[in-house]
């Protein structure tokens, strides 16, 4: 990464965007046709906000997360269009990541583009920023930014850690990978010099080196080398563990994953994702497999961890009262796409789009009484090969006959809030008429 | 313990509704088997010692975290297993329920010959692991289970007609074309219809196949049905049509339902009564209203507040529980709560797995220890290697490591040589007492002293 372009961008919104998602399309082939799980989805991640994805099973959500690291598998996964910018970043020079004016206190700026130099090209998207394509980057370059830049926490913790390895030397590998530099310096090995040693040593710790490598490195002078990087890698975990309040963080690194609790898990999987202080974390549904009391625990935690180190975090969920609470922004997909994106408060107060309305009235309340709950009735379609039409059509109570004939997008109706529904934008030439909120039955 | 704060729905419930349910002291112990002759070495406590009833048309819902053995004590009512102590009484009027009580609570040696016969005599007619086969079937019809995953429950190589129909084959109430003519009533009631009938549950959606579920349960017209995390599994826009089907049936059939969930908004909404529980024990039953707005033990309230719901202020802390839910094979003494409770006080129950339980993270404080004599839950001497080890020890202990009420009730922490004696005082078992009419709780503060 270069330092001479780590220089502000005055001309930006308030944070710079870490990443930016472009009419995302990702396609799965199925015996029954192409779904389109994933079909044109558009969202940006400032630096340090966290943005909330939520919709039901099926919605794409997570297919679009995998995407960032492209964890989609291929086949039956197609990317069938779209981008994913991604914007690295470095320490920043004028405060050392202390945090200063020009960072907006976040002690990390972008790194320069390589081509053009910080002038904008058409490769940094005329930014001057390096600018990585998610979809297009090679996959030695995306290993090495999976867990270093970009990290992700899945779901079930007891299925996303390895079962047959130590707690300790599953996020040692995530130094060993990424900070092999770091742990050789730690370790007070020389790597530049001319010992012979020490690239033996340097491919052990990228975990690059056969067995005949592993064999000379139990000659004595090596292995007492050897010895001082494990120790160094060791240090380096226990802080990392330490970091999610993990206590007595030695004794759990020699434990295995089944010795611990879910919360514990959990906490083992933020650990090895924050390890790197990766600019972008993605969370998938971190607290679903957990009980209500420990889920505040982690959701505290993963918040902490981000105010502490300014990480963007996307956080994806299908519970709306949690988002509420953790997310600066929330953006509601239906069926592969984004129905209503905008802050949190807003969308909560105000909700636009008539999918969003719906959600938040089927959440049992205490103000309800019941059996009178709002369902959305109907299922969510089937999305082998969708005809152009609003995805909501179908269980829309709002519907009119344009809704079926022709697709809305994502338009502003105000202040950084975009709705995807023809009730607030014209409908194209030729349409059957507008719907109305009006029109709704209940 | 009295024989109202037992029953609190006594209060609760008109006196017309008709008891359904009673249950009594109910336990169910796992147990721990090792080695090559499978000797037991222990229990796991999964229920232990529960008892609520449950009357027609109303909805009791019974909440805790995973663990606390609610799915277990779901199935003893349901009569998937036997209880290990303890009953389940169905069919009793309220005069037998109450009988049944008194003649329970006289510990077994004291019965007399006659009380000891008419306890059988009750057992055998309303307990349900003693009914006659008769009985049995009965009691069968009448308590149905919907169950959390209905991707596990239904066969996926029977047709939905065969699923839905065949309870009613199987107690001959219903063949031929009367058959399929009420499964095709059942399913319309669940809002399906017969261009369903002849498909396999692969081909139905989460919300669909919870649906048919239902329509098996309702087949027998039953007077209860135990919904296990009905809704756990689906979306919240399928889970609020699912809930709305719950309610209609109940309203239309007079439907009893023990509702078996972790989430508390659900339960709010669907909920006459709530009965909590932790670690296999109830911490606090009441009317719905009263739990959510005068909860009375810590456990509630922590559970309460942990549960995000969209009226929060969002700029308020989550409060949190500290620590884990402890071993259910080694269940704290007094009040089960204690480990985790952020108002314990020094009469909760502590006790010398407490030390190890609070103290475990805490490097090296354990390493050396080479023998433990137990003399009671509250006392025992622990032999290190080294006389050092056992210093540590007892200054941990009498340092801030540990509570100031787990402080409080410690009362010797002796070193004699290798060996520390820990002694705190003794605590019973936390009672469940009355609150308020209705509303029990087991916790060793009262508010009312407070």
Not at chain 1, 116 to 141: A, I, P, W, Y
Not at chain 2, 196 to 211: E, V, W
Request: glycine share 6%; charged share 25%; with cysteine.
């Amino acid at each position: 990464m270069m330092s001479e372009g780590a220089e502000k961008n005055p001309s930006k919104s308030p944070a710079p965007v870490v990443a930016s998602v472009a009419d995302l399309q990702v396609h799965f082939q199925s015996k029954r046709g192409i779904v389109h799980a994933v079909d044109g989805v558009s969202f940006d991640i400032h630096d340090g906000e966290t943005l909330g994805l939520v919709g039901e099973t099926g919605c794409g959500k997570s297919v679009t997360a995998r995407s960032f690291l492209r964890l989609v598998p291929k086949p039956p996964g197609i990317d069938a269009g779209g981008s994913i910018l991604f914007r690295p970043r470095t320490t920043c020079d004028a405060c050392e990541g202390r945090g200063c004016e020009s960072c907006h206190q976040t002690g990390r700026v972008s790194a320069g583009c390589s081509a053009c130099s910080g002038k904008g090209c058409s490769e940094c998207v005329q930014s001057g920023e390096e600018t990585l394509d998610l979809m297009q980057v090679s996959n030695s370059r995306m290993r090495s930014l999976r867990g270093d830049r970009i990290a992700m926490i899945f779901q079930d913790p007891g299925k996303a850690l390895n079962p047959a390895l130590t707690i300790g030397s599953q996020i040692a590998e995530v130094f060993y990978q990424h900070r092999s530099a770091e742990v050789l310096d730690a370790a007070n090995v020389d790597v530049s010099g001319i010992d012979p040693g020490s690239l033996l040593l340097k491919r052990q710790a990228a975990q690059q080196s056969r067995t005949i490598e592993r064999t000379l490195l139990k000659i004595p002078p090596l292995r007492s080398r050897r010895n001082q990087i494990t120790a160094a890698v060791d240090d380096m975990v226990a802080d990392a563990l330490a970091e999610t309040q993990i206590a007595n963080p030695r004794k759990i690194m020699q434990r295995y994953p089944h010795e611990l609790s879910g919360g514990m898990r959990q906490r083992v999987m933020i650990a090895q994702a924050l390890a790197c202080n990766p600019d972008l974390l993605i969370a998938d549904e971190p607290t679903t497999a957990l009980d209500v009391t420990v889920q505040a625990r982690i959701l505290e935690l993963i918040h902490e961890l981000q105010q502490r180190r300014q990480t963007a975090v996307l956080y994806i969920s299908h519970d709306l009262s949690l988002v509420r609470r953790i997310c600066d922004r929330v953006a509601v997909m239906y069926a592969g796409r984004i129905v209503e994106i905008s802050d949190a408060d807003q969308i909560f107060q105000d909700p636009r789009h008539p999918y969003t309305r719906g959600l938040l009235a089927a959440l049992p309340s205490a103000t309800q009484s019941r059996g009178k709950l709002a369902a959305i009735e109907g299922t969510v379609p089937e999305l082998v090969d969708p005809t152009p039409s609003c995805r909501f059509s179908g269980r829309c109570p709002n519907e009119v006959e344009t809704c079926a004939r022709f697709d809305p997008h994502l338009q502003s109706v105000g202040d950084e809030h975009s709705v995807a529904c023809f009730i607030y934008h014209e409908p194209p030439e030729g349409s059957g008429g507008r719907p109305t909120l009006a029109a709704r039955s209940s | 313990m009295t024989m109202e704060s037992e029953h609190p729905q006594d209060d609760a419930a008109a006196a017309s509704d008709k008891l359904i349910l009673s249950l009594h002291g109910l336990k169910k112990h796992f147990p721990i088997k090792e080695g090559a002759l499978q000797r037991v070495v222990g229990q796991v406590r999964a229920v232990d010692g529960v008892s609520f009833d449950i009357r027609s048309g109303e909805t009791v819902g019974l909440v805790g975290e995973s663990g606390c053995g609610k799915t277990t004590l779901g199935r003893c009512v349901s009569g998937l297993t036997d209880p290990s102590d303890g009953a389940v009484y169905f069919n009793i009027t309220e005069g037998d329920r109450d009988r049944v009580d008194a003649l329970r609570d006289i510990p077994d040696e004291q019965r007399s010959e006659q009380e000891r016969e008419e306890l059988a005599a009750l057992d055998e007619a309303h307990c349900i692991n003693q009914l006659n086969e008769q009985a049995r079937r009965h009691y069968r019809r009448n308590c149905q289970v919907v169950f959390q995953d209905a991707f596990a429950s239904l066969n996926p190589r029977h047709l939905v007609n065969d699923i839905v129909g065949r309870p009613l084959q199987v107690y001959g109430e219903a063949s031929g074309s009367e058959l399929t003519t009420r499964t095709v009533q059942l399913l319309e009631q669940v809002g399906l219809g017969s261009q369903h009938l002849y498909r396999y549950p692969h081909q139905f959606s989460g919300g669909q196949r919870q649906r048919i579920s239902i329509a098996r349960a309702l087949a027998l017209n039953p007077e209860l049905i135990i919904l296990d995390e009905p809704t756990s599994a689906l979306d919240v826009s399928v889970q609020a049509q699912i809930l709305n089907l719950l309610h209609e049936l109940q309203r239309e059939r007079n439907l009893a339902y023990l509702f078996i969930t972790h989430d508390l908004s659900v339960v709010r909404h669907m909920a006459d009564r709530i009965v909590v529980m932790y670690l296999g024990k109830v911490v606090e039953a009441g009317r719905t209203q009263d739990i959510f707005e005068r909860p009375q033990h810590p456990y509630t309230k922590a559970l309460l507040a942990a549960s995000p719901d969209l009226s929060d202020d969002t700029d308020t802390e989550i409060p949190t529980l500290e620590g884990t839910v402890p071993d259910p094979a080694h269940p704290p003494q007094g009040c089960r709560f204690h480990t985790r409770c952020p108002v314990a006080t020094p009469a909760c129950g502590w006790d010398v797995d407490d030390v190890v339980r609070g103290l475990e993270n805490q490097e090296n404080l354990f390493d050396g220890l080479s023998a433990v004599n137990r003399v009671s839950p509250f006392e025992a001497q622990l032999t290190f290697d080294n006389e050092a080890s056992a210093r540590a020890l007892a200054d941990t202990l009498h340092s801030n490591a540990i509570s100031a009420s787990m402080r409080e009730a410690l009362e010797e922490a002796v070193v004699r040589d290798r060996t520390i004696n820990i002694r705190f005082n003794p605590a019973e078992e936390v009672e469940l007492t009355e609150r308020a009419p209705g509303h029990i709780a087991a916790c060793v503060l009262d508010p009312a002293a407070r």
